[in-house]
């Protein structure tokens, strides 16, 4: 008869086995946009937001020291809302978005994120949290609702950082810092426009958005930012508008 001990031995290893292969099952293929699909490049040193839609919040151009690219970068400074967004125009079904975040200030949250599909008020945000160690993908529709999530190491204060989502279909990745980490299947909703969020009283720079998507038919895609100065007037004081969320 199997002792007790031999007994343990084989289930750890068996153990052992199985747990080495949910590892390996557990690195997905990252998805991937046709070679062909256009990027658009924002980094929001040559143009305001004008032709952008403020949801909630009070976004603006500024200049700053440590820009990611240049000196200007945009900025969340609205405290009072329970989210603060604002989307691109051009409405995409698959698309891939990265931007750098800097997390400036926050008692309650120090967040950033990234918005896809969003239409009629519903979407998707991946977001990461300079007072929590986890990095999350929500979707939005009269509420918020968490449906994937990844333990990290605290994003730092102060200190850029690199997002990006990518939405393939109703398969959804995202990345924090160069990491894949969220792995998604979602099909509530299927298309709309790119933007950018943050949480309560997060104060938040974003810079170097890259947009890769063909727009649907009838939709204008942002306008690449990124051109020389000299194609674009540039305003001496960019506005800024802040809109209250309806839930407070």
Same mark, same amino acid.
């Given at each position: 008869?199997?002792c007790?001990?031999q007994?343990l031995?084989?289930?750890?290893?068996?153990?052992g086995v199985?747990g080495?292969r949910?590892?390996a099952?557990?690195?997905?293929?990252?998805?991937?946009?046709? &070679?062909? !699909?256009? %990027?658009? *490049?924002v980094?929001?040193?040559?143009?305001?937001?004008?032709?952008?839609?403020? /949801?909630?919040?009070?976004?603006?151009?500024?200049e700053?020291?440590?820009?990611s690219?240049?000196?200007?970068?945009?900025?969340q400074?609205?405290?009072?809302?329970?989210?603060?967004?604002?989307?691109a125009?051009?409405?995409?079904?698959?698309v891939d978005v990265?931007?750098?975040?800097?997390?400036i200030?926050?008692?309650?949250?120090?967040?950033?994120?990234?918005?896809?599909r969003f239409?009629d008020?519903?979407y998707?945000?991946?977001r990461?949290?300079?007072?929590?160690?986890?990095?999350r993908?929500?979707?939005y529709?009269r509420?918020r609702?968490?449906? &994937?999530? !990844?333990s %990290?190491? *605290?994003?730092?204060?102060?200190?850029?950082?690199?997002?990006?989502?990518?939405a /393939?279909?109703?398969?959804?990745?995202?990345w924090l810092d160069?990491?894949?980490?969220?792995d998604?299947?979602?099909?509530?909703f299927?298309a709309g426009?790119?933007g950018?969020?943050t949480?309560?009283?997060?104060?938040?720079?974003?810079?170097?958005?890259?947009?890769?998507?063909?727009?649907?038919?009838?939709?204008?895609?942002?306008?690449v930012?990124?051109?020389?100065?000299?194609?674009?007037?540039?305003?001496t004081a960019?506005?800024?508008t802040?809109?209250l969320s309806k839930?407070?």
């Amino acid at each position: 008869m199997m002792c007790r001990r031999q007994w343990l031995e084989g289930m750890l290893v068996v153990l052992g086995v199985a747990g080495t292969r949910r590892t390996a099952l557990a690195a997905p293929a990252e998805l991937a946009l046709p &070679a062909d !699909a256009p %990027v658009h *490049t924002v980094n929001f040193e040559s143009r305001g937001i004008e032709d952008w839609t403020i /949801v909630a919040g009070r976004w603006a151009i500024e200049e700053t020291a440590d820009a990611s690219s240049r000196r200007k970068v945009l900025v969340q400074r609205a405290t009072r809302n329970e989210f603060n967004v604002v989307v691109a125009p051009g409405s995409y079904a698959d698309v891939d978005v990265s931007v750098k975040f800097k997390p400036i200030s926050g008692r309650e949250d120090a967040s950033g994120g990234i918005v896809v599909r969003f239409s009629d008020g519903k979407y998707y945000v991946a977001r990461a949290n300079a007072l929590e160690g986890n990095f999350r993908l929500y979707t939005y529709d009269r509420g918020r609702r968490q449906i &994937a999530t !990844a333990s %990290v190491k *605290t994003p730092a204060l102060g200190q850029w950082h690199a997002l990006r989502l990518v939405a /393939v279909g109703d398969h959804m990745q995202a990345w924090l810092d160069g990491a894949l980490l969220l792995d998604h299947v979602d099909a509530r909703f299927k298309a709309g426009r790119v933007g950018l969020w943050t949480k309560a009283d997060s104060i938040t720079a974003f810079d170097d958005l890259t947009i890769r998507g063909k727009t649907l038919a009838g939709q204008r895609s942002p306008r690449v930012l990124s051109a020389s100065p000299s194609r674009w007037p540039v305003p001496t004081a960019y506005g800024a508008t802040e809109i209250l969320s309806k839930n407070r």
